[in-house]
């Protein structure tokens, strides 16, 4: 067998980089794989929004959330929204068929809030429901009530991780409209990210 020095086969190293490229198409094919399915993915869940520390929100159809919060918003949830003699601050605003406020306070507790929404003579307490869900029980409680000519609902609940009361109010002036929202079972749980 006669094998001549210096040649060598070149086929192996042919191969060599025809698999090399290959690896890298099919890499960059599931990098763009991956991405796609991201962006699909984030389209879909862009109608949730976070507020607080964390909770987040899907957003029904109709509404929008309203950024920057104009002082007109401002004025509607101090007219509606505020309770007197608590720190319950804007967090959120929305509008869709109603208006949403999403509201946070500091260092409050339910019972607290409750107290200072009955003293409030502008309220006028319709209906109210207290309701547990899950395992770890987390406590809702749900108003009815009409303020200054404007029907309310009102769900109240604890922040799971910093404890903060969460307001979530609901506005019209159709009562009917927020009758129906406040009849409807879970309407707010269904919401959240619970």
């Known amino acids: 067998m006669n094998i001549k020095k210096g040649v060598t086969n070149v ?6 980089i025809f698999m090399k490229k290959i690896i890298i198409y099919i890499a960059i094919s599931f990098i763009l794989l991956i991405t796609f399915i991201f962006v699909i993915n984030y389209k879909k869940g862009s109608n949730r929004f976070k507020f607080g520390y964390g ?3 899907k957003l029904d159809k109709t509404e929008v959330i309203i ?3 104009t002082s007109d918003i401002s004025n509607l949830f101090y007219k509606y929204s505020f309770i007197k003699g608590s720190n319950i601050a804007l967090n959120k605003a929305i509008k869709g068929n109603n208006y949403t406020f999403i509201s946070i306070t500091l260092n409050s507790n339910i019972e607290t809030l ?3 929404q009955n003293n409030d003579t502008s309220i006028i307490k319709i209906l109210e429901k ?5 395992n770890n029980k987390r406590n809702f409680n749900s108003f009815f009530f009409k303020k200054s000519g404007m029907f ?3 769900t109240v609940y604890s922040e799971p991780e910093y404890n903060d009361l969460v307001v979530y109010d609901i506005l ?10 406040y009849q409807t079972k879970n309407y707010i749980i269904k919401k959240i990210n619970y």
């Open 152 to 154: 309310i609902f009102r």
């Open 67 to 69: 950024d920057p919060i």
């Open 55 to 57: 909770e987040s929100i």
């Open 114 to 116: 409750n107290k200072l």
């Open 11 to 16: 086929a192996p190293f042919f191969i060599n």
């Open 130 to 134: 207290k309701y547990s869900i899950g």
């Open 172 to 181: 019209n002036s159709d009562s009917l409209n927020i009758l129906k929202l």
